[in-house]
């Protein structure tokens, strides 16, 4: 079955960093398309960051975290990481990994979701 678990969120300082990381089981990772999603309140869902697929590490950004995040594998792990710099106020969101064999990008497509992790930016 497949599984996605996040964690790393928590409450930061405008301009600190935090690491959020997806632990994936159940599917062979190379093969799917890995993607950082948010949801703030009032908000739909949107895409952050992705791994087009895994193996290729092809990946895309958010023009509104470009520069700041940056989405990486450690395919023996079996996890992705998301590392948040220089974060703001607006980036206050549940965030969420999620995987699919098919390559939706940033489009909130994606099969497989993970829980969600809470990341809280204060001014």
């Known amino acids: 079955e497949v599984q996605l678990v996040e964690s790393g969120g928590g409450l930061v300082q405008a301009g600190g960093s935090l690491r959020l990381s997806c632990v994936a089981s159940g599917f062979t990772f190379d093969d799917y398309a890995i993607g950082w999603f948010r949801q703030a309140p009032g908000k739909e869902r949107e895409g952050v960051a992705c791994?087009?697929?895994?193996?290729?590490?092809?990946?895309y950004y958010a023009d509104s975290v470009k520069g700041r995040f940056t989405i990486a594998s450690d395919n023996a792990e079996n996890t992705v990481t998301l590392q948040m710099n220089s974060l703001k106020p607006e980036d206050t969101a549940v965030y969420y990994c999620?995987?699919?064999?098919?390559?939706?990008?940033?489009?909130?497509?994606?099969?497989?979701w993970g829980q969600g992790t809470q990341v809280t930016v204060s001014s």
């Open positions: 999620a995987a699919d064999t098919v390559s939706y990008g940033l489009d909130p497509k994606y099969d497989y």
């Open positions: 791994i087009i697929r895994v193996d290729e590490n092809t990946t």
